[in-house]
């Protein structure tokens, strides 16, 4: 079966940095594009960051744009999410995620359980 397992989480004060990594297993990885969500207490999922099947192109939403980076190695089945210049408001779990197709936009495919980021003051 399918799946995503995120690690790299942790507790990061402000201006820090981490690096996520979601591995994949049971999908032909480079058929798929990529993205990367989160999801705060008490607030509703959110898109962070996707990229297409080769790495050409990626995408992100504007809160993170300049500070986060993301990037996959198709050879070791692994995407990866960049996460410099921290904030508090950046505390949330972050999910991996495949999207149906070689191009982001569309539905998600498939889900991992997501890894804790917390940003102290």
């Known amino acids: 079966q399918v799946q995503l397992v995120e690690s790299g989480g942790g507790l990061v004060q402000a201006g820090g940095s981490l690096r996520l990594s979601c591995a994949a297993s049971g999908l032909t990885f480079s058929n798929y594009a990529m993205g990367w969500f989160r999801q705060a207490p008490g607030k509703e999922r959110e898109f962070v960051a996707a990229?297409?099947?080769?790495?050409?192109?990626?995408y992100y939403t504007t809160s993170v744009k300049g500070l986060f980076t993301i990037s996959r190695d198709n050879a070791k089945n692994t995407v990866y999410l960049q996460m410099n210049s921290l904030k508090p408001e950046d505390t949330a779990v972050y999910y991996c995620?495949?999207?149906?197709?070689?191009?982001?936009?569309?539905?998600?495919?498939?889900w991992g359980l997501g890894t804790q980021v917390t940003v102290s003051s």
């Open positions: 995620a495949a999207y149906y197709g070689s191009h982001y936009g569309g539905q998600i495919a498939y």
């Open positions: 990229i297409n099947w080769s790495g050409f192109s990626t």
